[in-house]
């Protein structure tokens, strides 16, 4: 899974004066003008001096097919480059007049014809083992790129066939006829061929929909539901790839100790009920030294495996005639395999050799082996088992042939719990009442307990393996044609095979033999090798080397797709696996292959983990098709498979059969595959890196929301359902960092991750000039956003000058009905020390929009002194200082503030003015009463506020206040004004002159000048001297504006009363008072503003929006 395709721009030295000057005029090109956030180019060090060097002139960025390992973590190629293969000679240097005047652009659009080149020479090359392989031979040499030449039978149909048909089949099957019988074994293969024929049509629209690259279903997926879902399902395909190479491990053991070498078991059981343990702990012993040493065989040469897989596959195609011909010979000449019944029960044929109690041996009678089984002893007069005394013993065939009749006794299902004899009810029977107390005599009897649901589960890992053709899709001549038609092709011819096998060995099998699923009743037989021609040994040998690729194939695929997912990069954890040999080999995923595999190894039941990996089979077929449904239904752009015969009706049946299998199977199963699929999900949604693939999940999301828009902007929201949706304005540094990270900090826990939060920014200038400036702000604040955890959206706004820009952003950010109701802003804390008035400015105009639009307002003052999100503060309060009604605002922040971990220890208190005039003891049972009605747990206080006569203290900070407002007037006069003011001297000047040259009289009271330009500066620095003389002395000479007075009057007032209640609450939210009506007194205003919040740390100005945000109601 190693190939990438890396975009690399190709440059050419310019040659002549008229190329470097048309050149020079198009600008510097985008990928050289480098910052932090592009890319260089990699090369060595003598190349990259060689560029320094040099003049050169970007062209069109190609594709360069690199077939290295990805060390970057990112393996997979990216739907955002176009499908152009490298050419080294391949050169943009366009000379011509007939297209001048697209000449600019030919760094950005190539001519149609140059692309059209590049795609019509475009290769894609398989990514599994032919590179590896490969890789080994050349690893020096510059490999040759070939044209892939697979085409649907060799390159599809036959991968398909040899991955659905294996251990299942000649294990399992006959075991499931005669115990489901014959009708409900149709009903399973039916459901479960269903399933994978439905999945195939999915998977042939997905797999035609553009190009996919090796990594097959993972791909798909991934990029059709996104890196959410594709990892989840992706990681669950790897898992059950790597189950069913323990399942056919285990098949392979199963085979070797019961039917060809049962000599070779370790563990040997002397007793019957023994047998089952030593069974399993020899498959333990056996299994992991088989997965030991075909993991060796993987990591040493992976083309031995590819080789050998025609061989594996010439044994089942082999077998299956095999059984045909058995088929066809049992009707006119059955085998020969004889079924020993004792009453109507079917005795193993394990340690006798003849079918009767007793023999005539020189003329005596004597008792045979199968009587000293049943009796105390070898003597006629010794005591037997009572059913063995009371029933006859009688030969039957086991395989009657396909003329018998036998199939209507097969119809029917015969389940029966754990230790449940094996029976023939057509033959007679004689006592044995309890049959529990004979399960320990040699008798067949169910191994499990037998049921509808368990048989889906252990049957339907025969049919999977359809992804084999999409896997190889980079092998195939013409992948588009040919992996519809030879995955369904090979899906019908395997569906057949199952069907016909199920009828066949229901109408030639006998049914006792059919539910011996050891063949023990035929002296340790393979069962379905009983019916082969000519020999049992066929299906036997090809059974076991289908096993033995099968394991060898997932140990080879299951790696790879891990490989392939850790170098996409959307599981931190998963990155190590990425990495392997020096060849690309998927030495560590390897690694973990084998471990997991292990686990199933150790289970050591073939029918305890097909359930297991049918699960996560399943859950991917569901999202395949789940995958096809969506894309169909959202009718996206790029929605244009080649493959015409699906419709989503289709593909919601095929998710809605995966999704009943799962849960018929094994519910318990389903829900720890689910379980674990989910978590995968959250985990790469919360951990995982961000991708874009162009998925229909993303296409959902944005038709769902669409949809949601249009019903929000109907009508506005209630006041139950109001909750802040901030606009927060930030403040960026000269490197465009964001100033204070707190604002977000806050923001976070005042939205617990509800609600819309738009994050915006200012920049000055025009966007053309500052478009790298406004990405990398936006980049810059988004990485804060991560880092404060707030969960929104980023708004960066170039504007010819800062107040337009907020302006704009106020108006316009946000989106129909969801757009911020509130503003959040930083106070200006600078604003006495900065030169600039526009600063202060800016924020008071900020207000008065706010205002004007019906927004609320939210000002932290100290925002830096605030909590983080990793903070915990400890037990204290916030305190609500509520002057004026503002729609409830205040009442609601300290409880959204305490849902988060920061402030939930913290305590609510309430403090309200009251006048000389009011009721200080009702107004706090008022209030109580209304805190009840709201839900709200707070302290409640009354705070008389006196008329007292204004201080002299007030006097005077209001005049120090008017004082300096004038001399800021006077002082900081702007350069236009002094810029006029010279322009009124020049004119002056300019006058007299005139005056001179026509020779007009002048008075004796009258001067004469010439001006120059220092005559200009001294009299323009005289003039402003004695404006700023005069207006001292004005300002000496000042009284206070009475309205000032009063407003500074009450800011005292109102800091004295909350410092001395409030100095030590966490947190003090305050009622912000409006600005005033006439520009002229804002510097008042910031100064009022100063004065109200004079000695508190962290303090919270909020100011309504001029409707109610909360409700008593329900």
Not at 36 to 61: I, K, Y
Not at 521 to 541: D, H
Not at 728 to 755: F, I, M
Not at 1035 to 1044: A, D, G, H, L, T
Request: net charge neutral; charged share 20%.
């Amino acid at each position: 899974m190693g190939e990438r395709f890396v975009v690399v721009p190709v440059y050419t030295r310019k040659t002549s004066g008229k190329e470097e000057e048309r050149s020079g005029s198009t600008g510097a090109h985008p990928a050289l003008d480098t910052g932090e956030s592009r890319c260089s180019v990699p090369g060595t060090a003598a190349e990259n001096e060689q560029l320094e060097d040099s003049v050169f002139e970007p062209t069109v960025p190609i594709l360069e097919y690199n077939r290295e390992p990805n060390k970057y973590g990112d393996g997979v190629p990216k739907e955002n480059s176009p499908f152009i293969n490298n050419s080294e000679n391949d050169k943009n240097n366009y000379d011509g007049t007939n297209m001048a005047l697209f000449e600019e652009e030919m760094d950005r659009h190539p001519m149609v014809s140059s692309l059209l080149d590049k795609l019509a020479n475009y290769t894609n090359l398989s990514q599994g083992a032919l590179e590896h392989e490969e890789a080994d031979e050349e690893s020096s040499k510059k490999k040759t790129v070939k044209s892939p030449q697979m085409g649907t039978f060799m390159g599809v149909y036959l991968p398909c066939l040899q991955n659905i048909l294996g251990v299942i089949l000649f294990l399992r099957l006959t075991w499931i006829v005669g115990t489901a019988g014959i009708l409900e074994s149709l009903a399973i293969v039916g459901l479960c061929c269903s399933c994978t024929m439905l999945t195939a049509i999915s998977m042939s629209a997905v797999a035609t929909n553009g190009v996919v690259p090796a990594g097959g279903s993972y791909y798909m997926i991934s990029r059709s539901l996104g890196p959410e879902f594709g990892g989840a399902v992706g990681l669950c395909f790897y898992l059950g790839t790597t189950f069913a190479g323990a399942m056919y491990i285990l098949g392979t053991i199963e085979i070797l100790l019961t039917y060809i070498v049962p000599q070779a078991a370790i563990f040997t059981a002397e007793r019957k009920e023994d047998e089952l343990s030593a069974l399993l702990n020899n498959m333990r012993i056996y299994g992991t030294l088989c997965l030991s040493l075909m993991a060796i065989v993987v990591f040493v040469g992976v083309k031995y495996v590819n080789k050998l897989a025609l061989v594996f596959l010439a044994c089942v195609i082999l077998s299956i005639i095999s059984i045909y011909a058995g088929v066809i010979k049992s009707s006119f000449d059955p085998p020969d395999f004889p079924v020993c019944m004792l009453g109507n029960r079917t005795l193993r044929n394990l340690r006798f050799d003849k079918c009767l109690k007793t023999e005539i041996v020189n003329n005596t009678t004597v008792s045979t082996q199968l009587w000293r089984l049943f009796c105390d002893g070898p003597a006629l007069n010794s005591t037997c088992n009572e059913y063995f005394v009371n029933n006859n013993l009688t030969l039957i065939q086991g395989i009657p042939g396909l003329a018998s009749g036998v199939i209507s006794e097969n119809m029917w299902s015969a389940y029966g719990p754990l230790g449940m004899l094996v029976e023939n009810k057509r033959l007679p029977s004689v006592g044995g009442i309890d049959p529990a107390k004979d399960i320990y005599l040699p008798y067949v009897v169910n191994d499990i307990s037998t049921f509808f649901t368990l048989l889906v589960g252990i049957y339907f890992p025969s049919v999977t393996g359809i992804m084999a053709g999409s896997n190889r899709s980079g092998d195939l001549r013409d992948a588009q044609k040919s992996i519809p038609i030879g995955t369904i092709l090979a899906i019908a011819t395997t569906s057949f095979i199952y069907v016909t096998g199920v009828i066949f060995f229901g109408a030639c099998i006998e049914g006792v033999l059919l539910r011996d699923k050891f063949g023990d009743s035929v002296k340790r037989n393979l069962v379905i090798g009983t019916l082969s021609w000519p020999s049992p040994w066929v299906i036997v040998i090809g059974s076991f080397f289908s096993c033995c690729g099968a394991g060898l194939q997932s140990l080879t695929g299951a790696p790879r797709l891990l490989q392939a997912i850790a170098r996409d990069g959307i599981v931190p954890f998963l990155q190590v696996f990425g990495h392997g040999k020096a060849n690309g080999e998927p030495t560590w995923a390897l690694l973990l292959t084998t471990g997991i595999c292990e686990i199933g190894i150790l289970i050591a039941s073939l029918d305890a983990v097909a359930p297991i990996l049918s699960m996560f089979f399943l859950m991917c077929y569901m999202f395949v098709n789940l995958a096809c449904a969506v894309q169909t239904l959202l009718r996206t752009p790029n929605w244009r498979p080649r493959f015409k015969y699906y419709h989503w009706t289709l593909s919601f049946l095929g998710m809605s059969l995966c999704l009943s299998i799962m849960f018929i199977s094994s519910w318990y199963y389903a829900i720890i595959a689910m379980g674990i699929a989910g978590c995968i999900y959250k985990y790469i949604e919360y951990r995982g890196a961000e991708k874009e693939w162009g998925d229909g999940i993303r296409g959902l999301s944005l038709n769902a929301a669409r949809y949601a828009l249009i019903r929000l902007e109907e009508a506005p929201p209630h006041t139950k359902n109001w909750r802040p949706q901030l606009l927060v304005l930030l403040n960026l540094d000269s490197d465009q960092c964001v100033k204070h990270p707190r604002l977000l900090s806050l923001t976070t826990q005042l939205k617990a991750g509800k609600g819309l939060t738009i994050v915006g920014n200012v920049l000055q200038g025009t966007y053309l000039s500052h478009e790298a400036e406004a990405k990398k702000a936006e980049q810059n604040i988004k990485s804060a956003m991560a880092t404060e955890r707030t969960k929104g959206f980023c708004h960066v706004v170039v504007s010819s000058n800062l107040r337009d820009g907020i302006s704009h952003l106020i108006q316009s950010a946000g989106l129909g009905g969801m757009k911020h109701n509130t503003v959040l802003v930083g106070w200006p804390g600078t604003w006495r020390q900065s030169e600039d008035p526009q600063s202060w400015r800016n924020f008071i105009e900020i207000v008065r929009e706010t205002t004007a639009a019906h927004l609320a307002m939210l000002v932290p003052k100290n925002v830096d002194s605030f909590p983080t999100n990793k903070d915990r503060l400890e037990e204290g309060t916030i305190d609500v200082w509520w002057v004026v009604h503002d729609g409830g605002m205040l009442m609601l922040l300290p409880f959204l503030l305490r849902q988060h971990k920061v402030w939930e220890k913290c305590k609510m208190r309430i403090f309200t003015v009251a006048q000389m005039d009011d009721n200080s003891i009702q107004m706090k049972k008022d209030l109580q009463m209304f805190l009840y009605h709201l839900r709200l747990d707070a302290e409640v206080e009354v705070v008389e506020m006196h008329d007292n006569d204004i201080s002299a203290f007030t006097y005077e900070k209001t005049l120090v206040m008017e004082q300096r407002s004038q001399m800021l007037k006077q002082m900081q006069l702007s350069r236009t004004e002094r810029e006029r003011e010279a322009q009124l001297i020049h004119d002056k000047n300019t006058a007299a002159h005139a005056a001179m040259n026509n020779k007009e009289e002048v008075g004796t009271d009258r001067v004469h000048m010439t001006w120059t330009k220092d005559k200009v500066s001294t009299e323009r620095n005289r003039t402003r001297e004695a404006n700023a003389n005069m207006a001292v002395r004005d300002m000496f000479n000042m009284k206070p504006n009475q309205s000032n007075v009063r407003r500074m009057h009450t800011a005292v007032k109102l800091n004295e009363i909350v410092v001395n209640k409030s100095q030590g609450a966490h947190l003090v939210l305050l009622n912000m008072p409006g600005p005033p009506r006439n520009r002229g007194g804002d510097e008042n205003y910031m100064e009022f503003l100063e004065v109200l919040l004079e000695g508190l740390n962290r303090v919270l100005l909020v100011r309504g929006g001029g409707r109610e945000v909360i409700t008593i109601y329900s």
